[in-house]
Protein backbone atom coordinates (compact mmCIF):
# COMPACT_ATOMS: atom_id res chain seq x y z
CA UNK A 1 0.00 0.00 0.00
CA UNK A 2 1.00 3.94 -0.23
CA UNK A 3 2.21 5.75 2.42
CA UNK A 4 -0.32 8.16 3.89
CA UNK A 5 0.28 11.48 2.18
CA UNK A 6 2.64 10.01 -0.72
CA UNK A 7 1.43 9.66 -4.50
CA UNK A 8 1.21 6.28 -5.62
CA UNK A 9 3.25 5.56 -8.88
CA UNK A 10 -0.04 3.65 -10.39
CA UNK A 11 -3.53 4.23 -9.00
CA UNK A 12 -6.59 2.49 -10.82
CA UNK A 13 -9.97 2.97 -9.96
CA UNK A 14 -13.60 1.93 -11.67
CA UNK A 15 -11.33 0.09 -14.17
CA UNK A 16 -13.35 -1.93 -17.10
CA UNK A 17 -11.92 -4.07 -19.96
CA UNK A 18 -14.40 -5.43 -22.44
CA UNK A 19 -13.79 -7.23 -25.44
CA UNK A 20 -17.03 -6.85 -27.38
CA UNK A 21 -19.84 -7.65 -24.68
CA UNK A 22 -17.38 -9.00 -21.88
CA UNK A 23 -15.75 -7.63 -19.25
CA UNK A 24 -12.44 -9.18 -19.31
CA UNK A 25 -11.21 -7.33 -16.44
CA UNK A 26 -12.41 -5.24 -13.72
CA UNK A 27 -10.60 -3.87 -11.00
CA UNK A 28 -11.02 -0.90 -8.29
CA UNK A 29 -8.75 0.46 -5.90
CA UNK A 30 -5.34 -0.86 -6.91
CA UNK A 31 -2.64 0.89 -6.40
CA UNK A 32 1.62 0.86 -6.70
CA UNK A 33 3.69 2.46 -4.33
CA UNK A 34 6.62 4.77 -5.72
CA UNK A 35 9.94 2.24 -5.70
CA UNK A 36 7.30 -1.10 -4.74
CA UNK A 37 7.28 -4.14 -6.99
CA UNK A 38 3.67 -5.54 -7.21
CA UNK A 39 3.65 -8.70 -9.04
CA UNK A 40 0.92 -10.34 -11.01
CA UNK A 41 -0.43 -13.55 -10.99
CA UNK A 42 -3.32 -16.04 -12.05
CA UNK A 43 -3.99 -18.48 -14.81
CA UNK A 44 -4.28 -18.28 -18.57
CA UNK A 45 -6.56 -15.76 -19.51
CA UNK A 46 -7.01 -14.26 -16.71
CA UNK A 47 -6.27 -10.53 -17.65
CA UNK A 48 -2.71 -10.23 -16.16
CA UNK A 49 -1.43 -8.68 -19.29
CA UNK A 50 -4.56 -6.71 -20.38
CA UNK A 51 -3.87 -4.71 -16.75
CA UNK A 52 -0.35 -3.89 -18.01
CA UNK A 53 -1.38 -3.13 -20.73
CA UNK A 54 -4.12 -0.53 -19.65
CA UNK A 55 -1.97 0.26 -16.94
CA UNK A 56 1.28 1.60 -19.67
CA UNK A 57 -1.71 3.04 -21.25
CA UNK A 58 -1.30 0.49 -24.40
CA UNK A 59 -4.75 -0.30 -23.43
CA UNK A 60 -7.87 1.95 -23.79
CA UNK A 61 -10.39 0.66 -21.13
CA UNK A 62 -13.82 1.11 -20.87
CA UNK A 63 -14.40 2.69 -18.06
CA UNK A 64 -11.87 3.58 -15.34
CA UNK A 65 -9.53 6.30 -13.93
CA UNK A 66 -5.66 5.21 -14.66
CA UNK A 67 -3.30 7.57 -13.29
CA UNK A 68 0.28 7.86 -13.42
CA UNK A 69 2.09 9.57 -10.16
CA UNK A 70 -1.37 11.09 -9.70
CA UNK A 71 -1.92 12.29 -13.00
CA UNK A 72 -4.35 11.19 -15.79
CA UNK A 73 -3.36 11.12 -19.84
CA UNK A 74 -6.42 13.33 -20.17
CA UNK A 75 -4.70 15.79 -17.50
CA UNK A 76 -1.20 15.39 -18.59
CA UNK A 77 -1.40 13.67 -21.82
CA UNK A 78 -0.54 10.60 -23.22
CA UNK A 79 2.56 10.77 -24.28
CA UNK A 80 3.87 13.10 -21.42
CA UNK A 81 2.71 10.06 -19.11
CA UNK A 82 4.30 7.54 -21.02
CA UNK A 83 7.72 9.31 -21.14
CA UNK A 84 7.66 8.35 -17.21
CA UNK A 85 7.38 4.82 -17.79
CA UNK A 86 9.24 2.01 -19.91
CA UNK A 87 7.95 -1.48 -21.14
CA UNK A 88 9.74 -4.64 -21.44
CA UNK A 89 7.38 -7.83 -23.19
CA UNK A 90 8.54 -10.97 -23.54
CA UNK A 91 9.86 -10.52 -26.88
CA UNK A 92 12.43 -7.77 -26.62
CA UNK A 93 11.59 -6.18 -29.80
CA UNK A 94 14.16 -4.08 -30.68
CA UNK A 95 14.63 -2.03 -33.80
CA UNK A 96 16.58 -3.39 -37.02
CA UNK A 97 19.90 -1.41 -36.04
CA UNK A 98 22.44 -2.00 -33.77
CA UNK A 99 22.50 -2.40 -29.89
CA UNK A 100 23.24 0.87 -28.34
CA UNK A 101 21.14 2.68 -31.25
CA UNK A 102 18.23 1.19 -29.99
CA UNK A 103 19.33 2.88 -26.48
CA UNK A 104 19.73 5.75 -28.23
CA UNK A 105 16.47 6.30 -30.15
CA UNK A 106 14.41 5.35 -26.69
CA UNK A 107 16.24 8.27 -25.40
CA UNK A 108 15.70 10.36 -28.27
CA UNK A 109 11.76 9.66 -28.02
CA UNK A 110 12.35 10.38 -24.00
CA UNK A 111 13.67 13.81 -24.49
CA UNK A 112 17.02 12.89 -23.33
CA UNK A 113 19.27 15.58 -24.80
CA UNK A 114 21.52 14.24 -27.66
CA UNK A 115 24.94 14.72 -26.05
CA UNK A 116 24.51 12.53 -23.27
CA UNK A 117 22.51 9.37 -25.19
CA UNK A 118 25.76 8.12 -25.98
CA UNK A 119 27.32 7.61 -22.87
CA UNK A 120 23.52 6.37 -20.88
CA UNK A 121 23.64 3.93 -23.50
CA UNK A 122 27.31 2.36 -23.33
CA UNK A 123 26.51 2.62 -19.17
CA UNK A 124 23.40 0.70 -19.30
CA UNK A 125 24.64 -2.04 -21.76
CA UNK A 126 27.84 -2.62 -19.58
CA UNK A 127 25.21 -2.66 -16.06
CA UNK A 128 23.43 -5.38 -17.69
CA UNK A 129 26.38 -7.39 -19.31
CA UNK A 130 26.09 -6.62 -23.41
CA UNK A 131 28.20 -3.93 -23.38
CA UNK A 132 30.65 -6.08 -26.04
CA UNK A 133 27.34 -6.26 -28.30
CA UNK A 134 27.07 -2.18 -28.82
CA UNK A 135 27.48 -2.65 -32.15
CA UNK A 136 25.39 -5.91 -32.86
CA UNK A 137 22.19 -6.00 -34.67
CA UNK A 138 19.45 -7.71 -33.42
CA UNK A 139 19.42 -10.88 -35.44
CA UNK A 140 22.34 -11.85 -34.51
CA UNK A 141 21.73 -11.62 -30.70
CA UNK A 142 20.84 -14.94 -28.67
CA UNK A 143 16.85 -14.50 -27.38
CA UNK A 144 18.87 -13.69 -23.71
CA UNK A 145 21.38 -11.20 -25.52
CA UNK A 146 18.15 -9.43 -27.01
CA UNK A 147 16.37 -9.36 -23.77
CA UNK A 148 19.52 -7.99 -22.22
CA UNK A 149 19.41 -5.31 -24.79
CA UNK A 150 15.42 -4.58 -24.30
CA UNK A 151 16.22 -4.29 -20.38
CA UNK A 152 19.44 -1.95 -20.87
CA UNK A 153 17.67 -0.05 -23.20
CA UNK A 154 14.34 0.00 -20.23
CA UNK A 155 16.36 1.11 -17.88
CA UNK A 156 18.37 3.90 -19.27
CA UNK A 157 15.35 6.27 -20.14
CA UNK A 158 15.24 6.10 -16.04
CA UNK A 159 11.56 5.43 -15.61
CA UNK A 160 9.99 6.19 -12.69
CA UNK A 161 7.37 3.14 -13.32
CA UNK A 162 8.39 0.02 -15.52
CA UNK A 163 6.03 -2.84 -17.01
CA UNK A 164 7.09 -6.01 -17.18
CA UNK A 165 5.30 -8.69 -18.92
CA UNK A 166 6.91 -11.81 -18.90
CA UNK A 167 10.45 -10.47 -19.47
CA UNK A 168 12.06 -13.16 -18.56
CA UNK A 169 9.77 -16.65 -20.56
CA UNK A 170 11.43 -16.78 -23.57
CA UNK A 171 15.51 -17.32 -22.18
CA UNK A 172 16.72 -20.44 -20.93
CA UNK A 173 16.98 -21.23 -17.39
CA UNK A 174 20.17 -20.21 -16.55
CA UNK A 175 19.99 -17.00 -18.36
CA UNK A 176 16.86 -16.39 -16.65
CA UNK A 177 17.94 -17.05 -13.00
CA UNK A 178 20.81 -14.15 -13.66
CA UNK A 179 18.59 -11.30 -15.39
CA UNK A 180 16.27 -12.18 -11.67
CA UNK A 181 18.85 -11.49 -10.18
CA UNK A 182 20.11 -8.45 -11.98
CA UNK A 183 17.34 -6.86 -12.31
CA UNK A 184 16.04 -7.25 -9.20
CA UNK A 185 19.67 -5.35 -7.71
CA UNK A 186 18.63 -2.30 -10.13
CA UNK A 187 15.04 -1.73 -9.33
CA UNK A 188 16.58 -1.61 -5.94
CA UNK A 189 19.62 0.75 -6.54
CA UNK A 190 17.34 2.85 -8.78
CA UNK A 191 13.97 3.05 -6.69
CA UNK A 192 11.75 2.25 -9.57
CA UNK A 193 8.62 1.12 -9.17
CA UNK A 194 7.41 -2.15 -10.91
CA UNK A 195 4.43 -4.01 -12.35
CA UNK A 196 5.48 -7.15 -13.08
CA UNK A 197 3.78 -10.09 -14.65
CA UNK A 198 4.75 -13.23 -13.87
CA UNK A 199 3.88 -17.15 -14.09
CA UNK A 200 6.79 -18.05 -12.00
CA UNK A 201 6.20 -18.05 -8.33
CA UNK A 202 9.86 -18.13 -7.33
CA UNK A 203 10.30 -14.89 -9.53
CA UNK A 204 7.51 -13.09 -7.95
CA UNK A 205 9.42 -13.92 -4.51
CA UNK A 206 12.32 -12.63 -5.76
CA UNK A 207 11.40 -9.23 -7.24
CA UNK A 208 8.05 -7.94 -5.23
CA UNK A 209 6.45 -7.03 -1.97
CA UNK A 210 3.42 -7.52 -2.69
CA UNK A 211 1.42 -10.00 -5.30
CA UNK A 212 -2.01 -9.53 -6.46
CA UNK A 213 -3.80 -12.94 -8.20
CA UNK A 214 -6.25 -11.95 -10.55
CA UNK A 215 -8.39 -14.88 -11.92
CA UNK A 216 -11.50 -14.37 -14.67
CA UNK A 217 -10.36 -10.90 -14.95
CA UNK A 218 -11.19 -10.41 -10.80
CA UNK A 219 -9.00 -9.63 -7.93
CA UNK A 220 -8.90 -13.04 -5.94
CA UNK A 221 -6.11 -11.75 -3.41
CA UNK A 222 -3.48 -8.91 -3.02
CA UNK A 223 -1.10 -8.56 -0.21
CA UNK A 224 2.34 -9.15 0.86
CA UNK A 225 3.69 -11.84 -0.98
CA UNK A 226 4.53 -14.02 1.79
CA UNK A 227 1.00 -13.67 3.21
CA UNK A 228 -0.89 -14.92 -0.54
CA UNK A 229 1.53 -17.50 -0.76
CA UNK A 230 1.29 -18.66 2.64
CA UNK A 231 -1.95 -18.25 3.14
CA UNK A 232 -4.36 -18.33 0.02
CA UNK A 233 -7.59 -17.09 0.62
CA UNK A 234 -9.89 -19.01 -1.59
CA UNK A 235 -9.90 -22.38 -3.25
CA UNK A 236 -9.33 -20.83 -6.42
CA UNK A 237 -6.17 -19.39 -5.57
CA UNK A 238 -4.80 -22.09 -3.68
CA UNK A 239 -5.22 -24.49 -6.62
CA UNK A 240 -3.49 -21.92 -9.38
CA UNK A 241 -0.47 -21.98 -6.58
CA UNK A 242 0.13 -25.62 -6.59
CA UNK A 243 -1.59 -26.35 -3.22
CA UNK A 244 -3.25 -29.46 -2.84
CA UNK A 245 -6.87 -29.03 -1.40
CA UNK A 246 -8.26 -32.20 0.64
CA UNK A 247 -11.20 -32.57 2.86
CA UNK A 248 -10.41 -31.22 6.04
CA UNK A 249 -11.84 -34.44 7.99
CA UNK A 250 -9.24 -36.43 6.00
CA UNK A 251 -6.19 -34.21 6.33
CA UNK A 252 -6.77 -33.85 9.94
CA UNK A 253 -6.77 -37.95 10.90
CA UNK A 254 -3.54 -37.41 9.09
CA UNK A 255 -2.22 -35.03 11.05
CA UNK A 256 -4.11 -36.68 14.21
CA UNK A 257 -6.25 -33.35 15.02
CA UNK A 258 -9.95 -32.41 15.08
CA UNK A 259 -11.21 -31.02 12.10
CA UNK A 260 -12.84 -27.63 12.53
CA UNK A 261 -12.78 -26.19 8.73
CA UNK A 262 -14.10 -27.37 5.39
CA UNK A 263 -10.58 -27.88 3.68
CA UNK A 264 -7.14 -27.91 4.01
CA UNK A 265 -4.61 -26.46 1.77
CA UNK A 266 -1.17 -28.14 1.75
CA UNK A 267 1.80 -26.71 -0.41
CA UNK A 268 3.99 -29.06 -2.17
CA UNK A 269 7.05 -27.78 -0.58
CA UNK A 270 5.56 -28.90 2.94
CA UNK A 271 5.06 -32.34 2.01
CA UNK A 272 8.85 -34.96 1.51
CA UNK A 273 9.58 -38.71 0.92
CA UNK A 274 11.75 -39.07 4.62
CA UNK A 275 14.84 -41.10 3.96
CA UNK A 276 14.54 -45.20 4.54
CA UNK A 277 15.52 -45.40 8.48
CA UNK A 278 14.64 -41.42 9.09
CA UNK A 279 12.74 -40.48 12.35
CA UNK A 280 10.05 -38.65 10.71
CA UNK A 281 9.90 -34.94 12.03
CA UNK A 282 5.94 -34.57 11.22
CA UNK A 283 3.12 -37.05 10.38
CA UNK A 284 3.74 -39.86 7.88
CA UNK A 285 1.07 -41.19 6.03
CA UNK A 286 1.43 -43.75 3.03
CA UNK A 287 -0.44 -43.57 -0.73
CA UNK A 288 0.14 -44.63 -4.05
CA UNK A 289 1.61 -42.78 -6.56
CA UNK A 290 -0.58 -41.01 -9.23
CA UNK A 291 1.68 -39.20 -11.24
CA UNK A 292 5.50 -38.21 -11.32
CA UNK A 293 5.70 -34.57 -12.77
CA UNK A 294 8.06 -31.48 -13.35
CA UNK A 295 8.60 -27.86 -14.20
CA UNK A 296 11.61 -25.39 -14.52
CA UNK A 297 14.39 -28.03 -12.65
CA UNK A 298 11.47 -29.07 -9.72
CA UNK A 299 9.90 -32.70 -9.71
CA UNK A 300 6.36 -32.94 -8.34
CA UNK A 301 4.74 -36.46 -7.06
CA UNK A 302 1.11 -36.84 -6.77
CA UNK A 303 -0.17 -39.21 -4.28
CA UNK A 304 -3.57 -40.65 -3.46
CA UNK A 305 -3.76 -40.31 -0.07
CA UNK A 306 -7.20 -40.69 0.30
CA UNK A 307 -7.38 -37.62 -2.24
CA UNK A 308 -4.33 -36.16 -4.28
CA UNK A 309 -1.17 -34.79 -2.52
CA UNK A 310 1.74 -33.14 -4.24
CA UNK A 311 4.85 -33.30 -2.70
CA UNK A 312 7.85 -31.08 -4.25
CA UNK A 313 10.33 -33.50 -4.48
CA UNK A 314 13.74 -33.14 -6.24
CA UNK A 315 14.34 -34.95 -9.61
CA UNK A 316 17.46 -36.63 -8.66
CA UNK A 317 15.55 -38.00 -5.67
CA UNK A 318 12.73 -39.36 -7.81
CA UNK A 319 15.17 -40.97 -10.01
CA UNK A 320 16.60 -42.26 -7.01
CA UNK A 321 13.17 -43.98 -5.70
CA UNK A 322 12.24 -45.00 -8.65
CA UNK A 323 9.13 -43.60 -8.60
CA UNK A 324 6.53 -44.51 -10.50
CA UNK A 325 2.65 -44.53 -10.95
CA UNK A 326 1.28 -47.68 -8.95
CA UNK A 327 4.29 -47.41 -6.85
CA UNK A 328 3.89 -47.04 -2.63
CA UNK A 329 5.17 -44.26 -0.99
CA UNK A 330 5.55 -42.51 2.21
CA UNK A 331 5.38 -39.21 2.64
CA UNK A 332 5.92 -36.70 5.58
CA UNK A 333 3.96 -33.85 6.38
CA UNK A 334 4.91 -29.96 7.70
CA UNK A 335 1.58 -29.04 9.65
CA UNK A 336 3.08 -25.65 10.25
CA UNK A 337 2.97 -25.28 6.59
CA UNK A 338 -1.05 -26.14 6.05
CA UNK A 339 -3.68 -23.49 5.58
CA UNK A 340 -7.01 -24.05 6.27
CA UNK A 341 -10.45 -22.68 4.76
Request: aromatic content about 4%; some cysteine.
Amino acid sequence: MTPSGTTPALAIDGLRVRRGTRDVLRLDGLQVAAGETLAVLGPNGAGKSTLLLTAALLLDPAEGDVRIFGRSPAEAGRTALRRETATVFQDAALLDMSARANIETALGLHGVPRAVRRDRALHWLERLGVAHLKDARPHTLSGGEAQRVSLARAFAVQPRLIFLDEPFASVDYVTRAELVGEVRAVLASEGTAALLVTHDHSEAELLASRALVLVDGDRAQIGPVEEVFSAPASLEVARFLGYSVLPAALLARMLGIAATREWGLVPPRSVRVPADGEVASGPVVSGTVLAVQGALGQGRVLVDVGAPLAAEIAVSRIRVLGLQPGAPVRLCLDPARIAWL
